[in-house]
């Protein structure tokens, strides 16, 4: 089972990139990568998700090492609106294992 | 509009009253999920069922029940609420790995 470990919170300023490291060592083969976010406590929306390769969608993008041990979300261009918390997420098919997640503050 | 819908939005129960939250969703999704949130301890995950009448238990299935006799349907049955059951809860359904989650309930047992 992918347990995902994320620092605690990061600061960023707005416009700039925001990069947010996931480490999940324990991730075995089969398992997807998977990246929500949290605004206060509205239910966690769906960022995107990776397997081997990089991921790119209208949000963000998603890098994973070749060896699956970490992935990077990266936000272009952060907004204050994307002040939230963020999650990494390891995804066997049948359960999702959220840890506490990286609290974003974008600044002005 | 495809949604998860959870009822109560709140609500403030004694201990031993028995409580239903309901959860439906409008988007034919196989896989449906139960969630609780603490403080510092992010979401984790109290039931999941991959299809009607199949569930199992997540990381925290201890004092809580659920059913799935409707695909659209996945209530989370609390027999004897106790004060540590007091928190957020979510709901969810997904294809695949892409979940939608509800608006959450607050539930506080007193």
């Known amino acids: 089972d992918a347990k995902t470990t994320q620092p605690t919170s990061m600061d960023c300023a707005e416009g700039r990139a925001a990069n947010l490291p996931c480490n999940h060592s324990?991730?075995?083969?089969?398992?997807?990568v998977y990246w929500y976010r949290q605004i206060h406590s509205q239910g966690p929306q769906y960022i995107i998700h990776g397997l081997k390769n990089n991921e790119t969608n209208e949000m963000a993008s998603l890098i994973i090492t070749e060896d699956r041990k970490s992935s990077t979300l990266i936000l272009p261009h952060a907004t204050l609106r994307d002040t939230a918390v963020y999650y990494c997420?390891?995804?066997?098919?049948?359960?999702?294992?959220f840890g506490s997640g990286t609290k974003l503050n974008v600044k002005p | 509009e495809a949604q998860v819908t959870q009822n109560p939005r709140y609500l403030i129960t004694v201990t031993g009253k028995k409580l239903t939250v309901t959860c439906s969703q409008n988007m034919n999704h196989e896989y449906m999920s139960w969630y609780r949130q603490d403080p510092g301890l992010g979401l984790r995950q109290i039931y999941y069922s991959m299809n009607v009448e199949v569930t199992d238990k997540g990381d925290v299935p201890e004092g809580y029940k659920v059913s799935r006799k409707e695909k659209r349907n996945f209530p989370l049955i609390l027999e004897s609420p106790s004060p540590n059951q007091t928190s957020l809860y979510f709901c969810?359904?997904?294809?695949?790995?892409?979940?939608?989650f509800g608006p959450g309930t607050r539930l506080t047992v007193t």
């Open positions: 969810a359904s997904s294809y695949f790995g892409e979940q939608y």
């Open positions: 997420i390891g995804y066997n098919f049948n359960k999702f294992y």
């Open positions: 324990t991730i075995s083969g089969n398992e997807y």
